[in-house]
Protein backbone atom coordinates (compact mmCIF):
# COMPACT_ATOMS: atom_id res chain seq x y z
CA UNK A 1 0.00 0.00 0.00
CA UNK A 2 1.45 3.94 -0.70
CA UNK A 3 1.58 5.86 2.30
CA UNK A 4 -0.10 8.94 2.76
CA UNK A 5 2.12 11.99 1.29
CA UNK A 6 1.57 14.25 4.44
CA UNK A 7 1.50 11.77 7.10
CA UNK A 8 3.20 8.80 5.87
CA UNK A 9 -0.28 5.89 7.55
CA UNK A 10 -0.75 3.97 4.73
CA UNK A 11 -3.87 4.08 2.35
CA UNK A 12 -5.73 2.35 -0.04
CA UNK A 13 -7.38 3.77 -3.44
CA UNK A 14 -11.39 3.74 -3.06
CA UNK A 15 -11.27 4.80 -6.66
CA UNK A 16 -9.54 3.52 -9.55
CA UNK A 17 -9.78 5.24 -12.94
CA UNK A 18 -7.63 3.29 -15.14
CA UNK A 19 -4.76 3.77 -17.21
CA UNK A 20 -4.67 7.67 -17.98
CA UNK A 21 -2.70 10.08 -20.28
CA UNK A 22 -1.04 12.97 -19.24
CA UNK A 23 -4.38 15.42 -19.01
CA UNK A 24 -2.70 18.38 -20.83
CA UNK A 25 -0.55 16.22 -23.03
CA UNK A 26 -2.12 17.35 -26.38
CA UNK A 27 -0.50 15.30 -29.22
CA UNK A 28 0.02 14.76 -32.60
CA UNK A 29 -0.17 11.09 -34.79
CA UNK A 30 3.64 10.54 -34.48
CA UNK A 31 3.39 10.49 -30.77
CA UNK A 32 0.59 8.00 -30.42
CA UNK A 33 2.86 5.14 -29.63
CA UNK A 34 5.00 6.50 -27.03
CA UNK A 35 2.04 8.29 -24.88
CA UNK A 36 2.59 7.76 -21.05
CA UNK A 37 0.02 6.17 -19.26
CA UNK A 38 -0.07 5.58 -15.36
CA UNK A 39 -2.94 4.34 -12.82
CA UNK A 40 -4.97 6.69 -11.67
CA UNK A 41 -6.45 6.33 -8.25
CA UNK A 42 -7.49 8.33 -5.56
CA UNK A 43 -7.00 7.42 -2.07
CA UNK A 44 -8.47 8.82 1.18
CA UNK A 45 -6.07 9.12 4.77
CA UNK A 46 -8.37 8.00 7.50
CA UNK A 47 -5.65 9.89 9.52
CA UNK A 48 -4.78 13.03 8.59
CA UNK A 49 -7.87 13.15 6.55
CA UNK A 50 -6.33 14.27 3.12
CA UNK A 51 -7.80 12.80 0.02
CA UNK A 52 -4.65 12.19 -2.54
CA UNK A 53 -3.89 10.30 -5.56
CA UNK A 54 -1.75 7.06 -4.51
CA UNK A 55 0.53 7.16 -8.27
CA UNK A 56 2.13 10.10 -9.30
CA UNK A 57 3.61 11.55 -12.64
CA UNK A 58 6.85 13.06 -12.36
CA UNK A 59 6.27 16.87 -12.65
CA UNK A 60 9.00 17.86 -15.72
CA UNK A 61 6.48 15.53 -17.14
CA UNK A 62 3.55 17.69 -16.82
CA UNK A 63 5.05 21.16 -16.41
CA UNK A 64 7.35 22.03 -19.05
CA UNK A 65 7.98 24.43 -22.04
CA UNK A 66 4.96 23.03 -24.27
CA UNK A 67 2.57 23.02 -21.55
CA UNK A 68 -0.77 23.40 -22.99
CA UNK A 69 -2.76 25.38 -20.37
CA UNK A 70 -2.87 29.42 -20.19
CA UNK A 71 -4.60 30.99 -17.96
CA UNK A 72 -6.03 33.81 -19.73
CA UNK A 73 -8.46 31.94 -21.91
CA UNK A 74 -11.15 32.78 -19.26
CA UNK A 75 -12.16 36.27 -19.06
CA UNK A 76 -13.88 35.36 -16.05
CA UNK A 77 -11.13 33.98 -14.29
CA UNK A 78 -9.02 37.63 -15.22
CA UNK A 79 -12.17 39.72 -13.79
CA UNK A 80 -11.59 36.62 -10.34
CA UNK A 81 -7.93 37.41 -10.02
CA UNK A 82 -8.29 41.26 -10.39
CA UNK A 83 -10.28 41.54 -7.47
CA UNK A 84 -8.20 39.02 -5.29
CA UNK A 85 -5.08 41.65 -6.09
CA UNK A 86 -7.31 44.19 -5.60
CA UNK A 87 -8.03 42.81 -1.80
CA UNK A 88 -4.57 42.28 -1.16
CA UNK A 89 -3.63 45.52 -2.22
CA UNK A 90 -6.00 46.85 0.47
CA UNK A 91 -5.69 44.75 3.10
CA UNK A 92 -2.60 42.83 3.36
CA UNK A 93 0.02 44.97 2.47
CA UNK A 94 2.80 46.56 4.91
CA UNK A 95 5.85 48.97 3.79
CA UNK A 96 7.58 48.32 1.01
CA UNK A 97 5.53 45.50 -0.28
CA UNK A 98 6.25 42.31 -1.99
CA UNK A 99 4.02 39.52 -3.32
CA UNK A 100 5.17 36.27 -4.80
CA UNK A 101 2.95 34.01 -6.66
CA UNK A 102 3.70 29.67 -7.40
CA UNK A 103 1.52 28.81 -10.17
CA UNK A 104 2.10 32.42 -11.93
CA UNK A 105 1.22 30.85 -15.24
CA UNK A 106 0.81 33.75 -18.39
CA UNK A 107 0.75 36.54 -15.25
CA UNK A 108 -3.05 36.27 -14.89
CA UNK A 109 -3.22 37.58 -11.54
CA UNK A 110 0.31 38.74 -10.98
CA UNK A 111 -0.27 41.37 -13.97
CA UNK A 112 -2.14 43.69 -11.71
CA UNK A 113 0.36 44.03 -9.24
CA UNK A 114 3.19 44.79 -11.78
CA UNK A 115 0.42 47.69 -13.42
CA UNK A 116 0.60 48.93 -9.69
CA UNK A 117 4.19 49.20 -9.53
CA UNK A 118 4.46 46.67 -6.07
CA UNK A 119 7.23 44.70 -6.17
CA UNK A 120 6.24 40.84 -7.31
CA UNK A 121 7.89 37.66 -8.02
CA UNK A 122 6.33 34.86 -10.26
CA UNK A 123 7.62 31.29 -9.67
CA UNK A 124 6.66 29.26 -12.92
CA UNK A 125 8.07 26.50 -14.40
CA UNK A 126 6.59 25.89 -17.24
CA UNK A 127 8.72 28.16 -19.47
CA UNK A 128 6.28 28.85 -22.56
CA UNK A 129 3.69 30.69 -20.05
CA UNK A 130 6.12 32.17 -17.83
CA UNK A 131 7.37 33.82 -20.79
CA UNK A 132 4.28 35.13 -21.90
CA UNK A 133 4.09 36.78 -18.27
CA UNK A 134 7.58 38.12 -18.65
CA UNK A 135 6.39 39.95 -21.69
CA UNK A 136 3.65 41.51 -19.86
CA UNK A 137 6.49 42.85 -17.70
CA UNK A 138 6.22 40.39 -15.06
CA UNK A 139 8.99 39.42 -13.19
CA UNK A 140 9.52 35.38 -13.36
CA UNK A 141 11.45 32.73 -12.94
CA UNK A 142 11.16 29.43 -14.06
CA UNK A 143 11.68 27.00 -11.52
CA UNK A 144 9.46 24.62 -9.36
CA UNK A 145 8.93 25.82 -5.72
CA UNK A 146 10.33 24.53 -2.75
CA UNK A 147 12.18 25.16 -0.11
CA UNK A 148 15.61 25.51 -1.09
CA UNK A 149 14.04 28.39 -3.80
CA UNK A 150 12.09 30.05 -0.96
CA UNK A 151 15.56 30.66 1.09
CA UNK A 152 16.90 31.56 -2.00
CA UNK A 153 14.21 34.17 -2.62
CA UNK A 154 14.78 35.63 1.19
CA UNK A 155 18.38 36.50 0.72
CA UNK A 156 17.72 38.36 -2.76
CA UNK A 157 14.35 39.92 -1.91
CA UNK A 158 13.48 39.76 1.60
CA UNK A 159 10.25 38.34 3.42
CA UNK A 160 7.47 38.49 1.65
CA UNK A 161 3.64 40.69 2.93
CA UNK A 162 1.60 37.83 0.39
CA UNK A 163 2.59 34.17 -0.57
CA UNK A 164 -0.14 33.83 -3.32
CA UNK A 165 -1.13 30.56 -5.46
CA UNK A 166 -4.52 29.79 -7.25
CA UNK A 167 -4.65 26.33 -8.90
CA UNK A 168 -1.19 24.90 -7.74
CA UNK A 169 -0.55 24.21 -4.25
CA UNK A 170 -2.87 20.93 -4.73
CA UNK A 171 -0.86 20.13 -7.77
CA UNK A 172 2.35 19.79 -5.91
CA UNK A 173 3.53 16.57 -4.30
CA UNK A 174 6.45 17.47 -1.71
CA UNK A 175 4.03 19.96 0.28
CA UNK A 176 6.08 19.95 3.68
CA UNK A 177 8.92 21.40 1.35
CA UNK A 178 6.48 23.86 -0.09
CA UNK A 179 5.18 24.75 3.57
CA UNK A 180 8.14 25.19 5.24
CA UNK A 181 9.21 27.29 2.63
CA UNK A 182 6.21 29.90 3.56
CA UNK A 183 6.74 29.41 6.86
CA UNK A 184 10.58 31.19 6.20
CA UNK A 185 9.30 33.19 3.24
CA UNK A 186 6.01 35.09 4.95
CA UNK A 187 7.16 37.98 6.91
CA UNK A 188 5.75 37.91 10.83
CA UNK A 189 2.63 39.70 9.51
CA UNK A 190 2.50 37.76 5.87
CA UNK A 191 -0.02 35.74 4.51
CA UNK A 192 -0.19 32.59 1.93
CA UNK A 193 -3.17 32.95 0.52
CA UNK A 194 -4.12 30.16 -2.02
CA UNK A 195 -7.51 28.74 -3.69
CA UNK A 196 -7.82 24.88 -5.47
CA UNK A 197 -10.94 22.78 -6.04
CA UNK A 198 -12.57 22.38 -3.00
CA UNK A 199 -13.23 18.45 -1.87
CA UNK A 200 -16.69 19.28 -0.37
CA UNK A 201 -17.54 20.86 -3.90
CA UNK A 202 -16.07 17.20 -5.29
CA UNK A 203 -18.22 15.53 -3.48
CA UNK A 204 -21.22 16.87 -3.47
CA UNK A 205 -21.43 17.21 -7.05
CA UNK A 206 -19.98 13.76 -8.23
CA UNK A 207 -16.93 16.65 -10.14
CA UNK A 208 -15.06 13.64 -10.58
CA UNK A 209 -12.96 15.10 -13.63
CA UNK A 210 -11.14 17.43 -11.13
CA UNK A 211 -9.19 13.86 -10.98
CA UNK A 212 -6.11 13.73 -13.25
CA UNK A 213 -2.79 13.86 -13.04
CA UNK A 214 -2.05 17.31 -11.96
CA UNK A 215 -3.99 17.61 -9.01
CA UNK A 216 -2.07 15.44 -6.43
CA UNK A 217 -4.57 16.79 -3.53
CA UNK A 218 -8.20 17.41 -3.20
CA UNK A 219 -8.06 19.94 0.12
CA UNK A 220 -10.87 20.67 2.76
CA UNK A 221 -9.85 22.49 5.79
CA UNK A 222 -9.78 19.97 8.04
CA UNK A 223 -6.64 18.42 5.64
CA UNK A 224 -5.06 21.38 5.42
CA UNK A 225 -5.40 22.82 8.89
CA UNK A 226 -3.23 19.52 9.78
CA UNK A 227 -0.93 20.03 7.21
CA UNK A 228 0.08 23.98 8.14
CA UNK A 229 0.34 23.10 11.83
CA UNK A 230 3.17 20.92 10.98
CA UNK A 231 5.07 23.83 10.10
CA UNK A 232 3.88 26.70 12.88
CA UNK A 233 1.30 27.85 10.84
CA UNK A 234 -2.65 28.03 11.04
CA UNK A 235 -5.81 28.51 8.72
CA UNK A 236 -6.74 32.54 10.05
CA UNK A 237 -9.80 32.36 7.25
CA UNK A 238 -11.28 30.32 4.65
CA UNK A 239 -13.75 31.63 1.68
CA UNK A 240 -15.64 29.50 -0.73
CA UNK A 241 -15.12 30.08 -4.38
CA UNK A 242 -17.46 29.73 -7.38
CA UNK A 243 -14.74 29.71 -9.88
CA UNK A 244 -13.64 25.79 -10.95
CA UNK A 245 -16.89 24.24 -9.97
CA UNK A 246 -16.19 25.49 -6.87
CA UNK A 247 -13.34 26.12 -5.47
CA UNK A 248 -11.88 27.20 -1.37
CA UNK A 249 -9.53 30.12 -0.77
CA UNK A 250 -7.17 29.60 2.50
CA UNK A 251 -5.49 32.37 4.56
CA UNK A 252 -2.99 31.02 6.56
CA UNK A 253 -0.48 32.94 8.43
CA UNK A 254 2.21 32.64 11.64
CA UNK A 255 0.43 30.65 14.49
CA UNK A 256 -0.44 33.38 16.98
CA UNK A 257 -0.01 36.35 14.62
CA UNK A 258 -3.91 37.03 13.41
CA UNK A 259 -7.31 36.23 15.09
CA UNK A 260 -9.24 33.57 13.32
CA UNK A 261 -12.00 34.17 11.90
CA UNK A 262 -14.81 32.59 12.95
CA UNK A 263 -15.33 31.02 9.06
CA UNK A 264 -12.86 28.52 9.95
CA UNK A 265 -14.65 26.66 12.84
CA UNK A 266 -17.98 26.90 10.53
CA UNK A 267 -16.70 25.71 7.49
CA UNK A 268 -15.03 22.48 9.59
CA UNK A 269 -18.52 22.10 10.71
CA UNK A 270 -19.58 21.88 7.63
CA UNK A 271 -17.48 19.28 6.88
CA UNK A 272 -17.90 16.97 10.13
CA UNK A 273 -21.79 17.24 9.07
CA UNK A 274 -20.64 16.04 5.36
CA UNK A 275 -19.29 13.20 6.53
CA UNK A 276 -15.52 14.23 5.06
CA UNK A 277 -13.87 12.85 7.94
CA UNK A 278 -15.04 9.10 6.72
CA UNK A 279 -14.13 6.48 4.37
CA UNK A 280 -18.22 5.85 4.25
CA UNK A 281 -18.39 9.17 2.07
CA UNK A 282 -15.70 8.06 -0.44
CA UNK A 283 -17.25 4.57 -1.04
CA UNK A 284 -20.73 7.00 -1.78
CA UNK A 285 -18.45 9.15 -4.01
CA UNK A 286 -17.47 6.20 -6.06
CA UNK A 287 -21.39 4.87 -6.55
CA UNK A 288 -21.22 8.69 -7.95
CA UNK A 289 -18.80 8.59 -10.04
CA UNK A 290 -19.85 5.51 -11.65
CA UNK A 291 -23.45 6.10 -12.08
CA UNK A 292 -22.45 9.13 -13.73
CA UNK A 293 -20.11 7.40 -16.31
CA UNK A 294 -23.27 5.16 -17.17
CA UNK A 295 -25.43 7.67 -17.78
CA UNK A 296 -23.57 9.64 -19.94
CA UNK A 297 -22.47 6.79 -22.09
CA UNK A 298 -25.95 5.47 -22.33
CA UNK A 299 -26.86 9.39 -22.95
CA UNK A 300 -24.14 9.36 -26.46
CA UNK A 301 -24.87 6.32 -27.31
CA UNK A 302 -28.61 6.87 -27.62
CA UNK A 303 -28.11 10.01 -29.45
CA UNK A 304 -25.74 8.83 -31.85
CA UNK A 305 -28.24 6.38 -32.51
CA UNK A 306 -30.63 9.28 -33.75
CA UNK A 307 -27.94 10.07 -36.27
CA UNK A 308 -27.40 13.47 -34.49
CA UNK A 309 -23.78 15.37 -34.59
CA UNK A 310 -22.27 15.83 -31.21
CA UNK A 311 -19.45 17.93 -30.60
CA UNK A 312 -17.61 19.14 -27.38
CA UNK A 313 -16.69 22.68 -25.86
CA UNK A 314 -13.53 23.01 -24.53
CA UNK A 315 -10.54 20.66 -24.33
CA UNK A 316 -9.73 21.20 -20.41
CA UNK A 317 -7.94 18.76 -18.31
CA UNK A 318 -10.18 18.07 -16.96
CA UNK A 319 -12.13 15.98 -20.45
CA UNK A 320 -9.24 14.06 -20.21
CA UNK A 321 -10.26 11.73 -17.36
CA UNK A 322 -13.91 12.02 -18.80
CA UNK A 323 -12.93 10.72 -21.94
CA UNK A 324 -10.85 8.08 -21.11
CA UNK A 325 -12.55 6.74 -18.19
CA UNK A 326 -15.78 6.90 -19.79
CA UNK A 327 -14.47 5.50 -22.63
CA UNK A 328 -15.88 8.38 -24.96
CA UNK A 329 -14.19 7.68 -28.65
CA UNK A 330 -13.89 9.79 -31.71
CA UNK A 331 -17.02 7.65 -33.62
CA UNK A 332 -19.02 9.07 -30.50
CA UNK A 333 -18.18 12.63 -30.74
CA UNK A 334 -16.65 14.20 -33.70
CA UNK A 335 -14.30 16.84 -32.19
CA UNK A 336 -12.98 19.35 -29.50
CA UNK A 337 -13.49 22.68 -30.22
CA UNK A 338 -11.19 24.53 -28.10
CA UNK A 339 -9.63 28.34 -28.07
CA UNK A 340 -5.85 27.71 -27.60
CA UNK A 341 -3.67 27.39 -30.19
CA UNK A 342 -1.10 25.26 -28.77
CA UNK A 343 -3.63 22.59 -28.84
CA UNK A 344 -5.78 23.15 -32.08
CA UNK A 345 -4.97 20.62 -34.78
CA UNK A 346 -3.78 18.32 -32.17
CA UNK A 347 -5.49 15.17 -30.90
CA UNK A 348 -6.75 14.99 -27.05
CA UNK A 349 -4.80 12.56 -24.78
CA UNK A 350 -5.92 8.86 -24.36
CA UNK A 351 -9.25 8.96 -26.06
CA UNK A 352 -7.38 10.93 -29.28
CA UNK A 353 -10.43 13.26 -30.11
CA UNK A 354 -9.29 15.85 -32.70
CA UNK A 355 -8.98 19.55 -30.98
CA UNK A 356 -10.07 21.67 -33.64
CA UNK A 357 -10.20 25.49 -33.39
CA UNK A 358 -13.50 27.32 -31.97
CA UNK A 359 -14.00 28.78 -35.58
CA UNK A 360 -14.65 25.07 -36.73
CA UNK A 361 -17.35 24.91 -34.09
CA UNK A 362 -18.75 28.01 -34.98
CA UNK A 363 -19.32 27.12 -39.08
CA UNK A 364 -21.36 24.78 -38.74
CA UNK A 365 -23.51 23.88 -35.08
CA UNK A 366 -23.54 20.13 -34.14
CA UNK A 367 -27.08 19.30 -33.05
CA UNK A 368 -25.32 19.08 -29.33
CA UNK A 369 -22.46 20.02 -27.53
CA UNK A 370 -20.82 17.98 -24.77
CA UNK A 371 -19.70 21.14 -22.37
CA UNK A 372 -16.00 19.93 -21.15
CA UNK A 373 -15.43 23.74 -19.88
CA UNK A 374 -18.64 23.36 -17.55
CA UNK A 375 -17.23 25.21 -14.77
CA UNK A 376 -16.94 28.13 -17.33
CA UNK A 377 -20.74 27.53 -18.00
CA UNK A 378 -21.65 31.05 -17.50
CA UNK A 379 -19.47 32.17 -19.25
CA UNK A 380 -19.42 30.07 -22.35
CA UNK A 381 -23.41 30.23 -22.76
CA UNK A 382 -23.70 33.71 -22.29
CA UNK A 383 -21.22 34.05 -25.25
CA UNK A 384 -23.02 31.06 -27.40
CA UNK A 385 -26.65 32.26 -27.55
CA UNK A 386 -26.47 31.98 -31.11
CA UNK A 387 -26.00 28.16 -30.84
CA UNK A 388 -28.98 27.92 -28.87
CA UNK A 389 -31.44 29.92 -31.06
CA UNK A 390 -29.79 27.53 -34.01
CA UNK A 391 -31.77 24.63 -31.85
CA UNK A 392 -28.23 23.79 -30.46
CA UNK A 393 -28.41 21.62 -27.15
CA UNK A 394 -25.92 21.55 -24.66
CA UNK A 395 -24.58 18.25 -22.56
CA UNK A 396 -23.40 18.70 -19.34
CA UNK A 397 -22.38 15.83 -16.28
CA UNK A 398 -21.65 17.96 -13.15
CA UNK A 399 -23.72 17.94 -11.08
CA UNK A 400 -25.72 15.36 -13.15
CA UNK A 401 -26.25 14.13 -16.65
CA UNK A 402 -28.34 16.40 -18.32
CA UNK A 403 -29.07 17.66 -21.72
CA UNK A 404 -30.25 21.82 -21.30
CA UNK A 405 -33.00 22.32 -23.30
P1 LIG B 1 -10.33 25.16 -17.68
C1 LIG B 1 -6.42 23.69 -15.95
O1 LIG B 1 -7.58 22.89 -15.96
C2 LIG B 1 -5.26 22.88 -15.43
P2 LIG B 1 -8.59 22.87 -17.20
C3 LIG B 1 -4.92 23.09 -14.00
N1 LIG B 1 -4.48 21.83 -13.43
C4 LIG B 1 -6.04 23.62 -13.17
O2 LIG B 1 -6.16 23.34 -12.01
C5 LIG B 1 -6.97 24.61 -13.80
O3 LIG B 1 -6.66 24.82 -15.15
C6 LIG B 1 -6.86 25.96 -13.15
C7 LIG B 1 -10.85 26.33 -23.23
N2 LIG B 1 -11.93 27.32 -23.37
O4 LIG B 1 -10.11 26.57 -17.34
C8 LIG B 1 -9.49 26.96 -23.18
C9 LIG B 1 -12.56 27.47 -24.59
O5 LIG B 1 -12.23 26.79 -25.58
O6 LIG B 1 -11.61 24.54 -17.25
C10 LIG B 1 -8.67 25.95 -22.43
O7 LIG B 1 -8.11 25.00 -23.31
N3 LIG B 1 -13.56 28.42 -24.69
C11 LIG B 1 -3.80 24.06 -13.89
O8 LIG B 1 -7.82 22.69 -18.46
C12 LIG B 1 -9.67 25.25 -21.54
O9 LIG B 1 -10.98 25.63 -22.02
C13 LIG B 1 -13.95 29.18 -23.64
O10 LIG B 1 -14.86 30.02 -23.79
O11 LIG B 1 -9.62 21.87 -16.87
C14 LIG B 1 -9.48 25.69 -20.09
O12 LIG B 1 -10.29 24.94 -19.27
C15 LIG B 1 -13.28 28.99 -22.36
C16 LIG B 1 -13.70 29.81 -21.17
C17 LIG B 1 -12.29 28.04 -22.27
O13 LIG B 1 -9.08 24.37 -17.11
N1 LIG C 1 -2.55 30.29 -11.16
C1 LIG C 1 -3.03 30.07 -12.51
C2 LIG C 1 -2.34 28.89 -13.18
C3 LIG C 1 -2.72 27.54 -12.69
S1 LIG C 1 -1.93 26.31 -13.69
C4 LIG C 1 -4.51 29.90 -12.53
O1 LIG C 1 -5.13 29.67 -11.50
O2 LIG C 1 -5.06 29.95 -13.63
C5 LIG C 1 -0.77 25.62 -12.54
C6 LIG C 1 0.59 26.23 -12.77
O3 LIG C 1 1.44 25.83 -11.70
C7 LIG C 1 1.24 25.74 -14.06
O4 LIG C 1 1.49 26.86 -14.87
C8 LIG C 1 2.49 25.01 -13.58
O5 LIG C 1 3.59 25.18 -14.44
C9 LIG C 1 2.74 25.62 -12.22
N2 LIG C 1 3.44 24.76 -11.24
C10 LIG C 1 3.40 23.42 -11.15
N3 LIG C 1 4.20 22.98 -10.14
C11 LIG C 1 4.74 24.08 -9.57
C12 LIG C 1 5.66 24.29 -8.50
N4 LIG C 1 6.19 23.28 -7.80
N5 LIG C 1 6.02 25.56 -8.20
C13 LIG C 1 5.50 26.61 -8.89
N6 LIG C 1 4.64 26.46 -9.93
C14 LIG C 1 4.26 25.22 -10.26
Redesign the pocket.
Known sequence: MPNCLICRTPIEPFISFGKMPI??GFLNPEEFPHEHFFDLQVGFCSQCKMVQLTELVEQEKMFHGNY????S?????AEHFRRLADTVKREYLGPDPFVVEI?S?DGIMLQNFAQAGIRHLGIEPSANVAEVARQKGIRTISEFFNEDLARRIVAEYGQADAFMG???V??IPYLHSVVAGVKILLKPKGLMIFE??YLGDIVAKTSY??V?D??AFYFSVMSVSYLVAQHGLEIIDVQPQTV??GSMRYFIGHKGAHPIKPMVAAQLAKEEAMGLQRPETYVRLRENIERSRTDLMKLLRDIKQQGKRVAC???????TTVTNYCGITPDLVEFI????PI?QGKYSPGAHIPVKP?EEFKKRYPDYALL?????GE??MA?EQAFKAAGGKWIVYVPKVQVLE
Open positions: ANAFFSTSSRMGNANVCHDPDQYEHHGYAATSKSSDTTKYFGWNHEIK
